[in-house]
């Protein structure tokens, strides 16, 4: 666990009161657990604000290999976090989500988690599948559904598969070498 914040919870449509009471059962127990957890009556604002963080941030610690904070010492990938956090924009204004500031939001977040690797950055060094197709293959997905170019996000997406690929192609090398 490599950073601290709210755990929201809630509803995508108006819950029904027994409904309402059992998520604020969940919420006293996270708390008596020592979680700090709040229940949002607008969740998926929260979940796209997380989402805007999660583009600006996994990929792109995948392409430059480094730590979150790293990314803003890299003119480049400050240039790639905010075209491609601006097009998630474009498509949440199709889905109806209201947005504050993402980019500022996902700098400030950067800062906060400087010496952290993220988790998309972690899959590589460890070999696995990333969430590639999750974070930025959503707004790829969503993009073209309202008939939106979303460029900036398919070349991430392109880019991490290829990081993949490779991983792949010596996991395979290495188990030919082992027959």
């Not at 924009?89 to 010496?115: L, R």
């Not at 707004?139 to 392109?158: D, M």
């Not at 598969?161 to 188990?175: A, N, Q």
Request: proline share 2%; net charge neutral; charged share 20%.
């Amino acid at each position: 666990h490599a950073g601290a914040g709210t755990s929201f919870l809630g509803f995508q449509n108006s819950p029904s009161k027994e409904q309402l009471n059992l998520l604020n059962k969940v919420v006293e127990q996270m708390k008596s657990g020592g979680m700090v957890a709040s229940i949002s009556e607008s969740i998926l604002t929260k979940i796209w604000a997380k989402l805007f963080i999660n583009i600006g941030i996994n990929a792109l610690t995948v392409i430059h290999n480094c730590k979150n904070g790293n990314l803003l010492a890299i003119p480049e990938a400050q240039d790639q976090m905010r075209l491609a956090i601006e097009e998630a924009i474009a498509v949440a204004a199709f889905e109806n989500i209201e947005t504050s500031a993402p980019f500022q939001e996902t700098i400030a977040v950067c800062k906060a988690t400087e010496k952290n690797i993220s988790s998309m950055l972690q899959d590589v060094k460890k070999q696995r599948k990333t969430e590639i197709e999750a974070i930025n293959g959503a707004i790829v997905s969503l993009a073209e559904r309202h008939g939106l170019a979303a460029p900036i996000n398919t070349h991430l997406i392109q880019q991490v598969k290829e990081i993949e690929k490779r991983y792949e192609i010596t996991r395979d090398i290495t188990r030919a070498d082992r027959i």
